[in-house]
């Protein structure tokens, strides 16, 4: 894929990640802080399907933005290719288990079961 088409990917989900965090602050504020952290709560918000997929997107978008990122900076400490394909494939698949166990957290919290 071209560095153009990465940075865009960047961009978007930058630009994204903003528009789904500001949506979540704001479902936070439905509430008193203190009571939205009880235990009760939290697991309610867990078993609230449009919450559920907000909270799934911001996993998914912060972790491509932020993963993106390392791999940027770090291919501004080496340039040549093997550097470049070892960060690359180093960030996806760390990219991925972070949204892999994420996603894990949510779906054990909905109280469903994985086995």
Request: hydrophobic share 55%; net charge neutral.
């Amino acid at each position: 894929m071209k560095e153009s088409s990465i940075m865009k990917i960047h961009y978007i989900t930058g630009i994204a990640a903003l528009f789904v965090v500001a949506v979540h602050i704001m479902m936070r504020l439905v509430m008193p802080y203190e009571l939205s952290l009880e235990y009760e709560n939290v697991i309610a918000n867990y078993h609230n399907l449009p919450y559920v997929v907000l909270l799934e997107s911001i996993l998914v978008l912060i972790s491509i933005h932020g993963f993106n990122g390392l791999r940027i900076i770090l291919l501004e400490m080496r340039q040549t290719k093997s550097w470049e394909s070892m960060v690359t494939v180093v960030t996806i698949a760390a990219m991925m288990g972070v949204i892999a166990y994420g996603t894990r957290t949510i779906i054990v919290a909905n109280g469903l079961s994985l086995g």
